[in-house]
């Protein structure tokens, strides 16, 4: 099931909730990095990235990458 919630997360097919989680927590770690300085921003960027399934092709090519 958590494998399950978390690829329909990255593939932006998942919640919400679940995808919002993460782009708020991907917003704290660019804020923190100070590669973004308004949180809304980079939350606002967070969420399409994810609804557009970016993270997804991103794990994908790791994967290859590593295999």
Do not use: C, M, R
């Amino acid at each position: 099931l958590n494998e399950e919630i978390l690829e329909s997360v990255l593939n932006g097919s998942g919640q919400d909730s679940h995808k919002e989680v993460v782009a708020l927590n991907s917003a704290l770690v660019l804020w923190a990095a100070g590669v973004e300085d308004d949180l809304h921003e980079g939350f606002k960027k967070a969420l399409l990235s994810i609804n557009q399934g970016n993270p997804w092709k991103k794990f994908l090519l790791l994967k290859t990458y590593l295999s």
